[in-house]
């Protein structure tokens, strides 16, 4: 009968924890994904920015891991000059848990996933329906709906809040009872789908959500007067506390590391038309003390432009 291996004898025979990163790195720069610019994700597939990617497991992602991962490219709408890389959340978990396992290390994230429920794990699913027919009474120059721009032009996060779908959106509590009837989390795309069948379309949403902000412009010099413009630079609202402290704790570079562009051609500024506009609160900055210039912004997002933001 064969001696058992002692436990010295086995010692030697398993791989060092340096031998072990040295293979793995091999696999990974084998594996690199050749970038393919025209790459979409599936519709209804979670995906999170490459800040967000890289921020995952622990130890955390590199770039030449995260490189293994097919990534959909799409233009900022905080920074049209630049792309923003999208990665599948199932295949970036995935990638942690081959990468953990060929380094020895435990399979389990920051924390386990059953046990959560926010934004980006939802304990309760949320209603998925992102089919889109455009209302008859619809603009004439609404675009195909495959045109339409779905992502968030101000919060991007998957699923929101009712508080947050609400005020984005310019909806009513009675208009989403369908989605929250079956979960607090609200899919962003299906919300926005959800605001055009209401609202009579692209043109008119967005007419609606222009409209919201010029009356709130108006507001909030209402109040810089009556104030004595003690209520300065205070948004016109709020998120909910939840997406407040989400957007607290996101890098200041959100996007990530992303491609450069050209400027904008004015032929370009057609995606601005084409993007389902949301109402973020606003707020006004005095340039100095002595003269009326102002600039005004949404809130935790960017600076608003007058000939793409208060035009449908």
């Known amino acids: 009968m064969p001696r058992q291996p002692t436990k010295r004898q086995v010692e030697k025979i398993r791989p060092t924890k340096k031998e072990l990163k040295k293979e793995w790195e091999k696999r990974v720069q084998a594996s690199q994904w050749r970038v393919d610019p025209t790459f979409r994700h599936p519709s ?14 622990t130890p955390r992602l590199n770039r030449t891991e995260l490189g293994t991962l097919q990534y959909e490219q799409r233009r900022s709408q905080k920074d049209v000059h630049r792309r923003i890389h999208l990665y599948n959340l199932q295949a970036v978990l995935a990638l942690l848990d081959r ?34 027919i455009p209302p008859l009474d619809a603009h004439q120059d609404d675009p195909a709906p495959k045109d339409i721009i779905w992502e968030g032009e101000h919060i991007d996060e998957p699923n929101l809040l009712l508080e947050d779908a609400l005020l984005l959106y310019c909806l009513e509590k009675r208009d989403v009872q369908r989605l929250t009837a079956q ?8 919300v926005a789908v959800l605001a055009l069948r209401l609202h ?53 570079d959100v996007a990530g590391p992303s491609t450069t562009m050209e400027p904008v051609a004015d032929e370009d500024k057609s995606i601005w038309r084409r993007q389902v506009k949301q109402f973020a609160p606003l707020r006004r900055t005095s340039e100095d003390e002595w003269s009326n210039d102002c600039s005004w912004s949404h809130y935790r997002s960017r600076e608003l432009i007058e000939e793409r933001d208060l035009v449908p």
């Open 183 to 190: 979960s607090k989390w609200l899919d962003l795309k299906t």
């Open 99 to 132: 990468r953990n396992e060929a380094l020895g290390l435990p399979l389990e994230l920051d924390e386990p996933t059953t046990t959560r429920d926010d934004h980006l794990h939802p304990k309760d699913p949320p209603l998925i329906d992102h089919d889109y």
């Open 44 to 57: 209804g597939v979670q995906t999170i920015t490459q800040t967000d990617a890289l921020h995952r497991g």
């Open 200 to 252: 009579g379309g692209l043109r008119k949403h967005n007419e609606i959500i222009v409209e919201r902000r010029q009356s709130t412009r108006e507001f909030i010099e209402e109040e810089l007067h009556r104030t004595k413009f003690k209520s300065e630079r205070q948004p016109s609202g709020r998120y909910s506390k939840y997406l407040e402290d989400v957007l607290k704790r996101r890098p200041i």
